[in-house]
Nanobody, 119 residues
Framework: QVQLVESGGGLVQAGGSLRLSCAAS????????MAWFRQAPGKERDVVAQ????????FYAGYAKGRFTISRDNAKNTVYLQMNSLIPEDTAVYFC????????????WGQGTQVTVSS
């Protein structure tokens, strides 16, 4: 059974940092492109960052550039999202997603972890 389990969310003040983790099981992690999405109440889910299976290529949403860093440890089957300089607009549920091979529509989703940034 494929599982993506996020952790690391919580409440943080503006300007603070959080590191989200996504532990994957039941799939060949090293062959999968990984991504982080987020969804705020009443809004559509959008991609925050993506990383290739090797970790050699990354993509960031405009609001994430310079503040967020996506990384992966294939030996630990884990992908991370380091979030610095957080602002209240970052408040959302953050989801981990996986796709076999090149990036496209995700094959698998995690349950999400809540990030709340207070002013």
């Amino acid at each position: 059974q494929v599982q993506l389990v996020e952790s690391g969310g919580g409440l943080v003040q503006a300007g603070g940092s959080l590191r989200l983790s996504c532990a994957a099981s039941g799939l060949t992690f090293r062959s999968c492109s990984m991504a982080w999405f987020r969804q705020a109440p009443g809004k559509e889910r959008d991609v925050v960052a993506q990383i290739s299976s090797s970790g050699g290529a990354t993509f960031y949403a405009g609001y994430a550039k310079g503040r967020f860093t996506i990384s992966r440890d294939n030996a630990k089957n884990t992908v991370y999202l380091q979030m610095n300089s957080l602002i209240p607009e970052d408040t959302a549920v953050y989801f981990c997603a996986a796709r076999t091979g090149d990036w496209g529509i995700p094959d698998y989703w995690g349950q999400g972890t809540q990030v709340t940034v207070s002013s």
